[in-house]
C-alpha cells in the first residue's frame, strides 16, 4: 500500500499535546520526502513539517518551530509529528504526504503538488 495512514488525533486543551503518525509501507525513506500538511476550515492546505530524505533534513513552518517536532521509525517506514504547546489555532485536519520527486522535495518543500500520496487525514482539535 503506497497511501500514507494517519493516525493519533483528537482533542486537547491549549497548551497540552499530542503525537501524529503516518505509515506509508510503499515509501521507502532513501529518496524523496514525507511531509505534514493541515487544513482548517475555509483555508488552503498548509505545509507544517517535512522530512528530506535527500539530506535528512528536518524542516518546519515558523509557525510550529520550537513546538513542532518530526522523528522517523525507519524499520517501519513511519514519520511521527509531535505536537507540544498546542495553540487554538493548530486546530486542523492534518495530512501525511509523501513523495518521490527529491527535485522538488528540496526546492518546493510544502507545495502540495510536489507531493505523489495523500492520507485520509486525522483531525486535531485544540480548545482554549
Known amino acids: 500500500q503506497v497511501q500514507p495512514v494517519e493516525s493519533g488525533g483528537g482533542s486537547v486543551q491549549a497548551g497540552g499535546s499530542l503525537r501524529l503518525s503516518c505509515a506509508a509501507s510503499?515509501?521507502?525513506?532513501?529518496?524523496?520526502?514525507m511531509a505534514w500538511f493541515r487544513q482548517a476550515p475555509g483555508k488552503e492546505r498548509e505545509g507544517v513539517a517535512q522530512y528530506d530524505a535527500d539530506d535528512g533534513s528536518l524542516v518546519y513552518a515558523d509557525s510550529v518551530k520550537g513546538r513542532f517536532s518530526i522523528s522517523l521509525d525507519n524499520a517501519k517506514n513511519t514519520i511521527h509529528l509531535q505536537m507540544n504547546s498546542l495553540k487554538p489555532e493548530d486546530t486542523a485536519m492534518y495530512y501525511c504526504a509523501t513523495s518521490y520527486y527529491t527535485y522538488l522535495c528540496t526546492r518546493r518543500r510544502f507545495r502540495t503538488d510536489t507531493y505523489n500520496y495523500w492520507g485520509q487525514g486525522t483531525q486535531v482539535t485544540v480548545s482554549s
Open positions: 510503499g515509501y521507502s525513506g532513501s529518496s524523496g520526502c
